[in-house]
C-alpha cells in the first residue's frame, strides 16, 4: 500500500493501520464502512445499510452514490465508470475517501487543535514541541517522493561548433486533478 494512504490509516487511528493492504476487495469494502461509520459519519445511521452490507452485489452501486454525496466521482478518480477493481484503483479511491476522512476528523477538533496552537510551550505536552518542529521542516521541504519521481534535467550535449538548441517540452507529466472533499 502507497505510504500516503498507510498514514493517513495511522493518523485516523485505524486498528489495522499497519497491516490493511487493500490486495482484497473485502479489505477495502470494510476500510470504506469503517471510514463512514467511525471517521466521515455522513450518512445517518439507518443510511448507511447499503455501504454496511459489504457482500451485497448492490455494493459497488452504492460506493459510486457514497463518493459521489461527498463531493467526488469514482470515474474521475480510477478512469473507470465502475467501482475499482484494481489494487492501485482500491488505493486512489481510499486515499481520496481517506483525505476526507481527515478533513473531517479535524474539523471535529478544530478547537481543541486551536487551542494547542495557541497554548504557551510550558503547559503543551512534552512531544508537542517535537512535532510542531517536524512538520514545520516537512512543509519546507520539497516532497522526498516528488523529488525521487521527477526525471532529472536531460542534459544536451554539444559541439563547439553547432548553435544552441532549445527544447520546450515539459518534463513534468500532468497528474489528474482531485476534487478537494
Request: charged share 30%; aromatic share 4%; with cysteine.
Amino acid at each position: 500500500m502507497n505510504g500516503a494512504v498507510r498514514r493517513k490509516l495511522q493518523a485516523l487511528e485505524h486498528p489495522q493501520a499497519d497491516t490493511l493492504t487493500l490486495d482484497s476487495d473485502a479489505e477495502f469494502r470494510t476500510l470504506v464502512k469503517w471510514a463512514e461509520n467511525r471517521k466521515i459519519r455522513f450518512y445517518a445511521p439507518e443510511d448507511r445499510k447499503a455501504l454496511d452490507s459489504t457482500d451485497a452485489p448492490a455494493w459497488p452501486a452504492a460506493l459510486q452514490a457514497y463518493v459521489q454525496d461527498l463531493g467526488g466521482d469514482v470515474q474521475s478518480l480510477t478512469g473507470k465508470a465502475a467501482a475499482p477493481d484494481t489494487k492501485v484503483a482500491r488505493e486512489v479511491v481510499a486515499d481520496w475517501l481517506l483525505s476526507y476522512a481527515v478533513g473531517m476528523e479535524y474539523s471535529d477538533r478544530a478547537d481543541t487543535l486551536s487551542k494547542l496552537e495557541a497554548a504557551p510551550a510550558a503547559a503543551a505536552p512534552a512531544h508537542a514541541g517535537a512535532a510542531r518542529a517536524g512538520l514545520r521542516q516537512t512543509a519546507r521541504d520539497p516532497i522526498p517522493v516528488l523529488t525521487l519521481c521527477r526525471a532529472p534535467p536531460r542534459q544536451v550535449r554539444r559541439q563547439p561548433d553547432s548553435p544552441k538548441r532549445h527544447t520546450s517540452r515539459s518534463r513534468t507529466r500532468s497528474r489528474p486533478r482531485r476534487h478537494p472533499p
